[in-house]
């Protein structure tokens, strides 16, 4: 098993370095000059070439992108425009992005899997046309959506304001944070949880109609037996494939979820800094952004040898 671990860990890596580099290129190869961006109407080339010399842009790229890793290995990740490290703004800000991504995962995985196991036990029923409309609805109407036309109607019907006043740390007072955490990690998790049950839906209908489900009623087991130890298992496999892909969606959402619910997350922090043109934090956020995908589609992988032993290397 920890030669398993070993191995897709070492195959993670290439993909880290390549990410890296295409964020690194983010401000060095695209069209246009960085320091003419930010200066704009007060350019002078003296201010440019000290905004060059900033951001290393005066040195051949090899040495820049060499220079780059470094210092991602030693912990820096470049300088914000308030003059505080960027990791440690990062730093403050991570766990409130970290709970409202974990939130949304829970509640796509407590409403899409009961809803999709319901919906194929209760084939062709009312209870699974509810159910897969509901799916469809989720599907084609994004969370964001549903979430400012709620604000509005609060705000504008009954003078209520669901977005945070005041936010209230895990750590201080739990209570006060989840009661400001779990309506914008509902709304995220509205695409993901529908993808969830339609892919259990269709993963219990063909698991149903195996041979050694027939084969485990013939002997006897109790439904709930036959449906937890063998079918419900074996469909889970991509399921939990599904959480993987839609873990970069679900990350992706928070910058848009924060920001309309007034949460002091990094995706928040992403568009501020994008409108200040802060490029040392945009790209310190999207590297974390991107290396968490990558990491996260790593565990859904090692995942697998745990509910399915064949899958394990030998």
């Keep these: 098993m920890l030669q398993e671990i070993t191995r897709r860990f070492l195959l993670a890596v290439p993909t880290v370095l390549i990410v890296s580099f295409m964020i690194f290129g983010m401000i060095r190869f695209l069209p246009g000059d960085i320091a003419v961006a930010k200066l704009g109407e007060g350019y002078t080339e003296e201010a440019a070439q000290r905004i060059r010399a900033q951001y290393g842009l005066n040195k051949p790229w090899p040495r820049q992108y060499a220079e780059y890793v470094g210092n991602l290995l030693r912990g ?24 409202l991504a974990l939130l949304a995962v829970c509640f796509s995985a407590l409403i899409g899997i009961p809803l999709g196991v319901l919906s194929a036990l209760r084939q062709d029923t009312v209870a699974d046309y509810i159910a897969r409309s509901t799916a ?132 928040r922090y992403l568009i501020e800094a994008v409108t200040r043109r802060d490029y040392a934090v945009v790209q310190g956020i999207t590297l974390i952004f991107a290396t968490s995908v990558v990491l996260i589609n790593l565990v859904v992988d090692l995942s697998y040898t745990f509910l399915d032993p064949r899958t394990r290397a030998r």
Excluded: C
């Design 76 to 99: 820096d990740f470049g300088t914000a425009e308030t003059g505080q490290p960027v990791l440690r703004e990062i730093r403050s800000r991570f766990p409130v992005t970290l709970e």
């Design 136 to 267: 469809i609805f989720g599907l084609a109407v994004p969370g964001f959506v549903v979430a400012t036309l709620l604000q509005s109607v609060f705000s504008i019907r009954w003078g209520i304001n669901i977005a945070s006043v005041s936010y209230h740390p895990f750590s201080s007072d739990p209570l006060a944070n989840l009661s400001q955490m779990w309506i914008p990690a509902l709304l995220l998790s509205l695409g993901t949880g529908a993808q969830v049950m339609r892919m259990t839906r269709a993963m219990m209908l063909e698991v149903q109609r195996q041979d050694y489900i027939r084969t485990a009623t013939a002997k006897g087991l109790a439904g709930r037996a036959v449906l937890m130890r063998h079918a419900l298992r074996n469909a889970l496999m991509p399921v939990v494939t599904i959480f993987g892909l839609q873990m970069a969606f679900l990350i992706g959402g928070t910058v848009i979820f924060e920001s309309i619910f007034s949460l002091p997350g990094m995706g």
